[in-house]
């Protein structure tokens, strides 16, 4: 098992970046995949992005597609979600879960998740 915090979240203009945090204890970090996911108030969680055990594959939501980037530090145990030119609808609890083996982007297929952390993007 593995136990996850979220950590970088706030308040930021729209335009304007901001990057997450996923730290990671317990069993070796570079046996799981992560994913990130996020909800909005009254909204369904929507998947964000995902990245392998090795961190060589990447998917991302179509709706962050070439804004969001997804990233892993095995040995610093953190995996990161770089988040640019933001959007109002970006606005979210974000959460990252991993698993043991591939990636999936249905969080139903993530059995760890972390607290979550809040981002509010402003018009």
């Known amino acids: 098992q593995v136990q996850l915090v979220e950590s970088g979240g706030g308040l930021v203009q729209a335009g304007g970046s901001l990057r997450l945090s996923c730290a990671a204890s317990?069993?070796?970090?570079?046996?799981?995949?992560v994913g990130w996911f996020r909800q909005a108030p009254g909204k369904e969680r929507e998947f964000v992005a995902t990245?392998?055990?090795?961190?060589?594959?990447?998917n991302f939501g179509d709706s962050v597609k070439g804004r969001f980037t997804i990233s892993r530090d095995n040995a610093k145990n953190t995996v990161y979600l770089q988040m640019n030119s933001l959007k109002p609808e970006d606005t979210a609890v974000y959460y990252c879960?991993?698993?043991?083996?591939?990636?999936?982007?249905?969080?139903?297929?993530?059995?760890?998740w972390g607290q979550g952390t809040q981002v509010t993007v402003s018009s």
């Open positions: 990245i392998n055990r090795s961190g060589g594959i990447t």
């Open positions: 879960a991993a698993r043991g083996g591939l990636s999936h982007s249905l969080a139903r297929e993530y059995a760890y």
């Open positions: 317990g069993r070796t970090f570079s046996n799981y995949a």
